[in-house]
């Protein structure tokens, strides 16, 4: 979708990427990294100040008590942390459980450790994406084993409650899960909302995987690097699969992302609250477009209904989306081919507000203007 992007001199919203920079002291402390000469390979499990770092502010922010020296590793991005999860627990013909829609590396890592994947369809409630329990009691079956939970949520918008994660830690101590929890954007909560780390739920801290990754958290997504964080015994399995997929990430950049959690908080507060007025600017204007857009809590992005224009929103972003100068993506990309909810999320659209403010206004009157 980038390229076709390109190629029509269209207004991407595909790619959630932000293109503004992070804090200027975190760029200048990786300058400084690479000046002073640290180039060679990082420690294995990464950079000790930065995991020193990730345990002080998840303790201090969230009341996630971690031990830097063995519950926490340093990946290439979340991404490395998913596949190294998937590779080091999941064998052939196990099942690996997700909600869905689903951020598509969760499938393709599982279909390449030849698992099954079970999509566990999310439900709206008329006020909101929630977790339809009785979608996750039918998708669990004898064979599976990890249970991946995303919050907040990419594509939906959704954070998770918490009577819903407690739902769900129930359900993973009741049929002995693992739980891989993506919370890849756990900076990005609009309105108040509090985001809860499923790992501080009682029962939980045994047998969770937590992701987080800088990218989002200091708009550096070219940077790849992030963190997987849980019980030693989990994080030793993740950690020699990771030896053997990328051994160590980029080292000078850990300390600065060290620097950024220690002392930049306050620039986070203000990138959140400047992603909710981008919110509600695009929900707006798609509403004032002739879609339907549903609720954001959290993240990157706003799913919104193309009913009025299409059903099949793959060929309306390939076609008159595209040719109107904007570029969104068709659900239909996190929803399993065969899942028996491809229909309801065949209408839907992700679009990404973690655009330049320019960007989002040009793509808010192309929109509007649109003859769909
Ligand atoms: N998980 C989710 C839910 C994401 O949206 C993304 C990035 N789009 C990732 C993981 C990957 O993060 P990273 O760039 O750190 O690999």
New binding site residues.
Partial sequence: MTRLAVENNAINLGQ?FPSENGPDSVLAAACAQIASGNNQYAPARGDATLRAAIAADRAERLGHHLNPATDIIITV????A?AATILALIEEGDTVAAFEPF?D?YHAMTALVGAHFAPIPLTFDSTRWALDETALRAALTPTTRLLIL?TPH?PTGAVFTRHELETIAHIACEHDLIVLA?E??EMLVYDGAAHTPIATLPGMAERTIT?S?A?KRFNV?GW???WAMGPAHLINSVWKAKQFLTFAGATPLQPAIAHGLSHERAWETAWAADLQARRDFLTTALTDAGFTPYPTAGG?FILADAGAHTQNAAEFCTGPLVKAGVVGIPVSAFVHPTSPAADRFAPLIRFAICRPWDNLRQAASRLVSARF
């Fill in positions: 959630g991005g979340a991404t490395e998913i951020y590396s995303n990419n993506d890849v954007y992701l990754s990218a997504t790849k690097t992030g990157y």
